[in-house]
Antibody, heavy 121, light 112 residues
Framework: QVQLVQSGAEVKKPGASVKVSCKASGYTFTSYDINWVRQATGQGLEWMGW????????GYAQKFQGRVTMTRNTSISTAYMELSSLRSEDTAVYYC??????????????WGQGTTVTVSS | QSALTQPPSASGSPGQSVTISCTGTSSDVGGYNYVSWYQQHPGKAPKLMIY???KRPSGVPDRFSGSKSGNTASLTVSGLQAEDEADYYCSSYAGSNNSGRVFGGGTKLTVL
């Protein structure tokens, strides 16, 4: 079945970087964009950006530009999201999600299980 | 502050209907037919309920429907059931030169 499986929980110190992986299976990885969405505890969903696994093209929400990098390894059908200069406000659950059709702006019908990132000194 | 405005809470009794609004601008909700709605139960990943304003994915009950008028999109849940109690989020495309994609702040739906 179509699924996205994310890497495990991370604990990082302020100022460090974190890299979360998202492994796709059950479909052609390069045929759909990947979105990254995060959710702080008790808060709403926040869109971080998108990546096209075929071309490597990306688009980042203004809030994260300069701090986030989205990449992929097509040989293992895996997308990555790296966030740098971490601060306590980055403590959240991070999700990867696939749209119903090719482009990131379509509704997202396949979600990873989420990766908890905790930033604490 | 979220880009799209949703009421923080909504409620209804079993069997009733409830509508949740999602207000944006002509640069997002009003400008594109790429509005989607997500249901999220505590501790779970979001689930797509409506996409492209009014389309339902396979497996989503037809009790859930979506619409849009101007800069406001709406999600209606008819025949409320206990399992519908959850948080609901709207999302819209906002153009590649703007924010790309934006979410509402979420609405907690309580089934009384």
């Amino acid at each position: 079945q179509v699924q996205l499986v994310q890497s495990g929980a991370e604990v990082k110190k302020p100022g460090a970087s974190v890299k979360v992986s998202c492994k796709a299976s059950g479909y052609t990885f390069t045929s759909y964009d990947i979105n990254w969405v995060r959710q702080a505890t008790g808060q709403g969903l926040e869109w971080m950006g998108w990546m096209n696994p075929n071309s490597g093209n990306t688009g980042y929400a203004q809030k994260f530009q300069g701090r986030v990098t989205m990449t992929r390894n097509t040989s293992i059908s895996t997308a990555y999201m790296e966030l740098s200069s971490l601060r306590s406000e980055d403590t959240a659950v991070y999700y990867c999600a696939r749209p119903t059709k090719y482009y990131y702006y379509y509704g997202m019908d396949v979600w990873g299980q989420g990766t908890t990132v905790t930033v604490s000194s | 502050q979220s880009a799209l405005t949703q009421p923080p809470s909504a409620s209804g009794s079993p069997g009733q209907s409830v509508t949740i609004s999602c207000t944006g601008t002509s640069s997002d909700v009003g400008g594109y037919n790429y509005v989607s709605w997500y249901q999220q139960h505590p501790g779970k990943a979001p689930k797509l309920m409506i996409y492209e304003v009014s389309k339902r994915p396979s497996g989503v009950p037809d009790r859930f429907s979506g619409s849009k008028s101007g800069n406001t999109a709406s999600l209606t849940v008819s025949g409320l059931q206990a399992e519908d109690e959850a948080d609901y989020y709207c999302s819209s495309y906002a153009g590649s030169n703007n924010s790309g994609r934006v979410f509402g702040g979420g609405t907690k739906l309580t089934v009384l």
